[in-house]
């Protein structure tokens, strides 16, 4: 019998689900990463080892900091604040909570989102944003975060 070797294919991707509540005026935001490169981005930012799959609320303030300096959400009258809510994790994901408050819709709404793109050339951060029943999705990458 031959022997036959499969190399397993490393991608590089997050994903953010978007919805905007209309009945309590806020931008609901999740985002999910492979739990490796997240923690990789923390120590490559922070200079410090992180484990996020246990119980530690010790990160939250390093990952608010890192969110402030990659993500965005913006409208034509600037800059939205949001809030970290906390996170979740297991083996091979953790899951990023965020709110944006007191949202009144715009003509347009832009995110930005630079995670994990100072590590690895080939990030892409998919959004799917639900606003009015309909979801529209945009791919964000290096070039175009």
Known sequence: MPF????????YTSISDVYYNQ???????????FIDDFELALKNKF??????????NSSDSLIRLYLNSTFQVKSPKG???????GKESDRDYVWLYIEV??????????FENRMLTELFEEQ???????YNSTISTYTL?????
């Open 4 to 11: 036959i070797q499969v190399n397993a294919h490393k991608f």
């Open 23 to 33: 009945e309590n005026k806020t931008i609901e935001i999740v985002m999910k990463f």
């Open 47 to 56: 200079d410090k080892i992180i484990n996020l799959d246990k119980a530690n």
């Open 79 to 85: 800059k939205h604040e949001y809030t970290f809510l």
């Open 101 to 110: 408050e007191n949202y009144k819709p715009k003509k347009s709404i832009t």
């Open 124 to 130: 892409s951060n998919q959004i799917n944003f639900e």
């Open 141 to 145: 990458n290096k070039s175009n975060s």
